[in-house]
């Protein structure tokens, strides 16, 4: 039955007879290892095509959506990470798998005639890979993706003459908006595509044609000779190597927990753009070619480069294939390769020691982190951006701002009177307390507890069972909080400090569910209350705060340290409801104001 | 010799061929079936506010706003109307919530004062105040929701007729 259904598609199209002819070609001089790297490129194709059109399914173009539809993508679907994973990498692939491919047949010399012409579809498909990462890197309309792309923009607009126009048009606008996604968007999935298959096409005919070119040494005689047929004996070589391939980037897209997704792109920040890496050497060469000379870098070096490509099977018109007859060849290609490679390395090692980009980097990643948490919450209509505006953790640093700085320290800047709130409520701040309350960063000269005289770990283990009678602490260590307790309760802190009873009152601060939420609100709004610090206290109280500028206060506090999360973002809950574009808590807020 | 080893190989690279592709379609089904695994467009709540009780009086029909927020993959939209429904607070405090539609053919129905009566202005369906068929053609008495009372809060889960 099933024979008789291949026999009779077999008779109406063809195909088996196609598919042979296909997988049929000789393999003059024998199948190798080093002709992997062409069908390489072809399965990586399919990979970058496969997996984009399945995210195009949930991707979204507009400058209000695409960052939330790349979020729901990374963070909501069960596999979304891994298949944006293969994609970003795979493109990081696919450039080095071409210009090994480009080096290679630049080394054997299969560039020559009767070669041009696979030369210069190889170096157009080429243009057409940088094509797809220049155009890919901004869809997720990320910080990264916003800035570094209005990098490569601002070059077209250095091209003479046309280059403004050159710009609008890629643009879709004189700056940045909608259409600049809907025109990056189709060059991505429709125009280059198309254009490549095309190339990819003729590229492809044009081997067939010619054969493959062998290592320069092989006799004669054995390329006449030996002929291998393509299935199976290459076919398998290119099967392993797709293998190893997909295999290598499945294990960066797990190690890196893939590609990575920064926050919304905001016009109004101050962001330091950086390429991917393939366009870094471009970018170091900018920092070089200033002022006048700008063109230079832009438009001349790549250009000339370019030409050079183009025309070089024109100009090696020598048959031999022997590197030593091909010299200034090599020179010229292998300079060229040596001034990217030193201008890529100057560039990272630049930033590695930049103290702006290494600070931003980290904020960067902590941005995302939060973007990542408020989007849990849905993003509104108004754009991915509009999550910041309402975020209560924004509110609460400029309460912070405006009501504790002048005593309170964060990250350097701000009074002493109080406490230093660096990494406040983290394991190490109430350690640091415990180990001696006196210390310039916490309460100097007014402290009236004396220093605990036990190692750092015990310490440790204390601050371990305090912080763990409030919900929220990550990561919580149940041997540490068994020791802590032992030390807190049966040491000296119950003599001064009553514990396990909110509301007993002792000569020093009650320390049940001590700095949680409900304690510091109720701290906050009194710390003179006989629970606290009663008559020895000297920070005035805020009763005057609203419940609502006092909950976004305490939820910038607990974000202050990496140990601890919020009860209401622990549990899931929507602790606060976003209105259309705010949440209530904020609108009840300015109401009251 | 030859011909075996080329047997040999075609069998491990359909083989590995095989891997390679189950290994690639596994992560993009898993991809493209989400919507099957997962709501996408939903209500947030289970239960909506309507209003506080004594905003409803006895024994007459109100009809009332359905105000909701739903979640559209990654989008919120607050403040939505959902839609209406007719709210009857009885005596005891107890109330019926019916749906404003006919369930005859879905045509939105009136409270005619005078008559006491639900009517339908399509095809002249008539309900008494507990939402049962009077006269004409419907099927059913009218649907209603279920209904909670919380803090004084009339709530109703809007996403079950009953």
């Not at chain 2, 690639?24 to 506010?49: C, M, Q, R, S």
């Not at chain 2, 008559?115 to 009077?134: I, M, S, T, W, Y």
Request: glycine share 10%; proline share 5%.
């Amino acid at each position: 039955m099933a024979n008789k259904l291949c026999e009779w598609i077999e008779d109406r199209t063809g195909l088996s007879k196609l598919l042979k002819a296909a997988l049929d070609e000789p393999v003059h001089g024998g199948a190798k290892w080093s002709y992997i790297f062409g069908s390489g490129l072809v399965f990586l194709f399919v990979l970058q095509a496969v997996t984009g059109i399945l995210m195009a399914s949930y991707y979204s173009p507009s400058s209000t959506t695409a960052w939330g539809s790349v979020y729901y993508i990374q963070h909501k679907t069960s596999f979304g990470w891994f298949v944006r994973g293969v994609h970003h990498y795979g493109s990081s692939a696919m450039m080095i798998v071409a210009l090994v491919h480009m080096f290679q047949v630049f080394i054997f010399g299969a560039y020559k005639r009767p070669r041009e012409l696979n030369w210069i579809s190889g170096v157009i498909l080429l243009l057409f890979l940088a094509g797809f990462g220049l155009t890919g890197y901004l869809l997720p309309w990320d910080q990264k993706g916003y800035w570094a792309t209005q990098v490569a923009t601002n070059i077209m607009g250095t091209v003479p003459v046309i280059g403004k126009y050159i710009k609008i048009l890629h643009q879709g606008g004189s700056d940045y908006g909608n259409f600049t996604i809907t025109r990056f968007y189709t060059l991505h999935v429709f125009l280059l595509p198309i254009s490549l298959v095309f190339f990819l096409f003729i590229h492809i005919a044009l081997f067939r044609k010619h054969g493959v070119t062998p290592y320069w040494k092989m006799r004669e005689d054995v390329l006449r000779d030996r002929v291998d047929p393509f299935w199976p004996d290459q076919i398998f070589k290119d099967i392993v190597f797709a293998l190893g391939m997909y295999a290598a980037l499945a294990g960066v897209v797990f190690w890196t927990r893939g590609a990575e997704l920064q926050a919304p792109a905001d016009p109004a920040s101050n962001y330091l753009a950086r390429p991917e890496w393939y366009f870094l050497f471009l970018f170091e060469l900018l920092k070089y070619c200033q002022g006048k000379y700008l063109i230079v870098g832009t438009v001349i070096i790549p250009a000339l480069a370019l030409t050079f490509l183009f025309v070089l099977p024109f100009i090696d018109r020598n048959t031999s294939r022997y590197p030593s007859k091909r010299i200034p060849y090599f020179g010229a290609i292998f300079s060229g390769l040596t001034g990217a490679v030193v201008l890529t390395v100057l560039a990272m090692h630049h930033d590695s020691k930049d103290i702006h980009i290494i600070h931003q980097r980290e904020e960067a990643e902590k941005q995302a982190a939060r973007a990542v948490k408020l989007a849990e919450k849905g993003i509104p209509p108004t754009g991915a951006l509009s999550i910041f505006l309402h975020d209560p953790i924004a509110l609460g640093e400029k309460i912070f701002k405006e009501s504790c700085i002048g005593c309170h320290k964060i990250g350097g800047e701000g009074g002493d009177n109080g406490p230093d709130f660096t990494n406040f409520g983290s394991r190490e701040w109430i350690a640091g307390l415990l180990k001696n309350p006196k210390d310039a960063k916490y309460f100097k000269g007014s402290g009236a507890m004396p220093p605990i005289k036990l190692p750092d770990e015990s310490l440790l283990d204390m601050a371990e069972f305090l912080l763990s009678q409030s919900v929220g602490l990550i990561h919580q260590n149940a041997e540490r909080v068994e020791r802590g307790k032992e030390l807190v309760l049966k040491g000296n802190c119950v003599v001064c400090h009553p514990i396990g009873n909110k509301d007993l009152k002792k000569i020093a601060p009650n320390l049940t569910e001590y700095l949680s939420e409900t304690w510091l609100k109720e701290f906050i709004r009194n710390p003179g209350d006989p629970k606290f610090y009663g008559t020895r206290n000297k920070m005035p109280g805020f009763d005057k705060l609203t419940e609502n500028q006092l909950d976004a206060l305490i939820q910038y506090l607990i974000s202050l340290s990496k140990d601890r999360t919020l009860v209401s973002e622990k549990l899931g809950n929507r602790g606060y409801v976003f209105g259309l574009t705010a949440p209530r808590t904020m609108i009840n807020f300015q109401d009251k104001s | 010799m030859e011909n075996n080893r080329r047997k040999f190989l075609k069998i491990v690279s359909h083989s590995l061929g095989g891997v390679l592709a189950a290994g690639i379609a596994a992560p993009l089904v898993g991809l493209g079936i989400h919507p099957w695994l997962k709501e996408t467009v939903y209500g947030t709540e289970d239960f909506i506010n309507l209003g506080k009780l004594e905003d409803f009086p006895v024994g007459v029909p109100k009809k009332m706003n359905v105000t909701s927020s739903k979640m559209d993959a990654w989008n919120i939209f607050e403040g939505l109307v959902m839609g209406s429904v007719w709210v009857l607070r009885k005596e005891d405090d107890s109330l019926s919530v019916f749906s404003v539609n006919c369930p005859h053919l879905g045509c939105g129905i009136n409270w005619g004062e005078d008559e006491k009566q639900f009517l339908c202005p399509c095809h002249e369906g008539v309900f008494d105040l507990n939402g049962k068929v009077l006269s004409g053609p419907p099927p059913r008495g009218l649907y209603s929701y279920e209904t909670k009372i919380e803090n004084n809060n009339v709530l109703i889960n809007y996403k079950k007729l009953i």
